[in-house]
């Protein structure tokens, strides 16, 4: 058996909170976080006994055990992060449990289901724009209110703000209203947290992946993980897709670098932290999303796609 060295778990004694990690990303990231060493507490609203309004299958129960599968210690909690009571016990529960909190991820979101876009304010159902902002406004807030009193016990906590999208890139208006402030509101956010945490020797910032291939994408498409090229025949960009792993990766690289303070108030992106940090996506290769987007989409250019992997 390979000896493991404290290089392959840079996060051995760490704990992370992923808030929100049923699927896809976060589910991602709780898992990378895992293989780094952390102990990861996650969360989310659908249990083998109980499923959200998203209406999918992954739980959180497989989530906790894919981390512990891939080295780390995984607890699924269930929590509802509109729910202070619900979320306030929860970090009660990693304090007794842990006596700390190193990592706090945001990525609390589940309104796709909600999405109308191309419609103006006025004539999108002002119940389904008000629950986004809900979904990926208030649970952040609520979150960071009761996780962060923790968090900076000790110097050097992270806390990162998952959305759609760079701030540069979000500088375009995304279609809807409230998809458009639902997104850019965590890039504030963790502008904001950045300043809050300054003097505590805390790092926030806000990161994206680009175009993910979770599982509600693939369903999309018709095509699995396996198969995902597939879909580059319904929509050509598609060739730009990344894995859940490449975003997952990216926070664990982060959370592990003792320089991370860098970066406080950032705007990040995978493909910026793969160049920065040398990974790559479970494929060996190195999709740079927004890069793509800014010269070939939107600049024009002509380069093949493979040029951007």
Known sequence: MRDVSAADRPLEGKVALVAGATRGAGRAMAVELGAAGATVYATGRTTRERHSEVGRAETIEETAELVTAAGGTGIAVPTDHLEPEQVGALVERVDREQGR????????????????????????DLAKGLRMLRLSLDTHA???????PLLIR????????ITDGTEEFNRTYRGNLFYDLAK??????A????EELKEYGGTAVSLTPGFLRSEAMLDHFGVTEATWRD???????????????FIGRAVARLAADPEKGRWNGASLSSGQLAREYGFTDADGSRPDCFRYFEEVVSGGGSEPVACYR
């Open 101 to 124: 909190l190193d990592i706090l991820v945001n990525d609390v979101w589940g309104g796709d289901h909600l999405l109308e876009f191309d419609t103006k304010v006025w004539d999108v």
């Open 142 to 148: 609520i979150t960071s209110h009761f996780a962060l």
């Open 154 to 161: 000790r110097p050097g906590g992270l806390v990162v703000e």
């Open 184 to 189: 850019y509101g965590p890039i504030r956010m």
């Open 191 to 194: 502008r904001g947290l950045a």
């Open 231 to 245: 879909a580059i025949a319904k929509d050509p960009h598609f060739a730009i897709a990344e894995s859940p792993v």
